[in-house]
């Protein structure tokens, strides 16, 4: 089961931030912003420490609440996906996303890159595609 | 996805071919040398999206956007009009009412989006009113329109060809496009046409 989706902007500004799960802790908008740039933050930092040279960061985080995956994309969009921690092909599940967002907010003449996603089309095809998991 | 459409997605192979030696100079090329050729569904959102961003810098209101859409579009419709009659119909235009508007709701359609629009209606209220409607917009598939604009409708750029192509047949019109969502198809898309008042007079005396 998937819990939520985040997308951060290179900048560390979360741009999107939608929960698919029923009963998940709501945070303020505030917070979900502290959470993303924190973990823009952590992630800059986890590709610095990396004893091998050229590391891509951190790629998943194991809870025994919940499995956090990142798929950072070649321009620095970092994309979020919370799950259940038996949740199977978590990376098939973020490049299909990445092909929505590819798809439906950049190719909407009416975003501006990097600022927050306010698309219909996006939140739908989103939706579509977790309910048909 | 079906492949017949002009517009294909950009996974599909297909795409204009531009051939690697001895390109010929484009007046000398057979016109129908491009028919059925496609052009990835991608590039040309992104083009049709830079022309939206650019023109919406240039304008005040939704009202004036959609008339500049509507132009570019009749730009685009007096050329397609003059190519399909020339491919389709052996260069003779069509004369009467209805056979323009189904030449549209078929050919054009088809020649622009690989399959015919998916309906032809005359309207009930108003004699000189005719509505040609599209359930899946291609052109603005994967446009959203934001609330503080929920009126505009991109597809005044198709308004605007159909609009030329009726021009061009001497049947002056003016075309728009309007959003009228319904079940599953949320982005349905009617363009109405309200034909001028000289075309209804010839047509009842061509009767």
Known sequence: MIYSLYI??????????????????????NEYLILAGTFHGVHAITSRISPVPSSNGLERLDSDQF????????????FLLLTEPSHPNASTTLHHMYEIYSDFVMKNPFHTPEMPIRSDMFDRQLQKYVASL | MNTSMRLS???????????????????????????????????????????????????NGIQDLEKKLNDIGFRVGLRLHELLVWRDKNGKRETKMLNILYFIHTVLW?????????????????????????????????????RDLSQLNCNA???????????????????????????????????????????????????
Request: a positive charge.
């Open chain 1, 67 to 78: 499995t956090l995956y990142c798929f950072q994309t070649l321009t620095g969009t970092k």
């Open chain 1, 8 to 29: 951060i902007n290179k900048a560390g500004g979360l741009v999107y931030q939608r929960d698919f799960a029923e009963g998940l802790t709501k945070l303020t908008s």
């Open chain 2, 157 to 207: 750029f198709v308004a605007g060809i159909v609009g030329a192509v009726l021009h061009g047949a001497q049947f002056p019109a003016r075309v728009t496009a309007h959003t009228v969502p319904i079940e599953g198809y949320p982005s349905r898309t009617t363009i109405l046409i309200k034909l001028d008042k000289d075309v209804l007079a010839r047509e009842e005396l061509l009767k």
């Open chain 2, 9 to 59: 997605v950009a996974s599909s192979t297909s795409g204009v071919n531009v051939p690697q030696s001895k390109v010929k100079p484009i007046l000398e090329r057979h016109l129908n040398k491009t028919k059925g050729a496609e052009v990835s569904l991608s590039a040309f959102t992104f083009l049709f999206s830079e022309v939206l961003q650019y023109t919406q810098k240039r304008v």
């Open chain 2, 110 to 146: 088809r020649n622009m989006f690989g399959k015919q629009a998916d309906s032809l209606e005359k309207s009930t209220e108003n004699e000189d009113e005719y509505m040609i409607s599209d359930n899946e917009p291609i052109l603005t598939r994967y446009i959203s329109v934001p």
